[in-house]
């Protein structure tokens, strides 16, 4: 069955340290993978998706198909970082293409 | 552009009540999607729909139905609201299924079933 994990509910670091958020996916295919950010009182929106290999706010994620991880990393986290972020799956074929797979999201707090 | 817009923001229904979600979007996108999050979950597809006339269900569809009559609106309606239909509504769309095209979401609609 398809399904994003994020481990972590609640991820909490000081500003200026490396941040990593984690995502682990089951997929039978080659996946879409995207990461969605909530900031506080705004709506949800896409922060990067893998394919194009961007980086974003200074973001970024790798997709390791051997690990089926597609982790979110930052060197230097900023407190303007704290927000929800979601990974996020995309159907590439049949009837579900385009449809997204959510995990559970993980919380990021970056402390002064 | 006021992207995608969602009405009521929050609304407490007794149970048995029904009631319709509104969601419409000023981008042209074809493609419209209900989700519902619970706390401390990711967002499930309830429905989604391709384009004017075109629904289907999504993962979480029993107790909802959907129309799309026009581009522009895709509204959510509850039938018979039960307690476990407490959750925050979001409405998103999105101007292809392809990768390349992001799906924008609506501010959501907190649901409150009593």
């Known amino acids: 069955a398809q399904r994003v994990t994020q481990p972590e509910k609640l991820l909490s670091v000081f500003k200026g340290a490396p941040v990593e958020l984690k995502c682990n996916y089951s997929?039978?295919?080659?996946?879409?993978l995207f990461w969605y950010v909530q900031y506080s009182r705004q709506r949800l929106q896409l922060l990067l998706r893998?394919?194009s290999r961007e980086s974003i706010k200074g973001f970024t994620a790798d997709l390791n198909k051997g690990e089926t991880s597609f982790h979110l990393k930052k060197p230097f986290a900023q407190e303007e970082d704290s927000a929800m972020y979601y990974c996020?799956?995309?159907?590439?074929?049949?009837?579900?293409?385009?449809?997204?797979?959510f995990g559970k999201g993980t919380k990021l707090s970056v402390k002064p | 552009n006021a992207g995608v817009t969602q009405t009521p923001k929050f609304r407490i229904l007794k149970i048995g009540q029904s009631m319709t979600l509104q969601c419409a979007q000023d981008m042209n996108h074809n493609y419209m999607y209900w989700y519902r999050q619970d706390p401390g979950m990711g967002l499930k597809l309830i429905y989604y729909?391709?384009?004017?006339?075109?629904?289907d269900k999504g993962e979480v569809p029993n107790g909802y139905n959907v129309s799309r009559s026009t581009t522009e609106d895709f509204p959510l309606r509850l039938e018979l609201a039960a307690p476990s239909q407490t959750s925050v509504y979001f409405c998103a769309s999105s101007y292809s299924k392809d990768y390349r095209y992001e799906q924008y979401f609506g501010p959501g609609t907190r649901l409150t079933v009593t």
């Open positions: 996020a799956l995309q159907h590439r074929h049949g009837g579900s293409q385009g449809n997204l797979i």
């Open positions: 893998h394919i």
């Open positions: 997929y039978s295919g080659s996946p879409e």
């Open positions: 729909s391709v384009g004017a006339g075109i629904t």
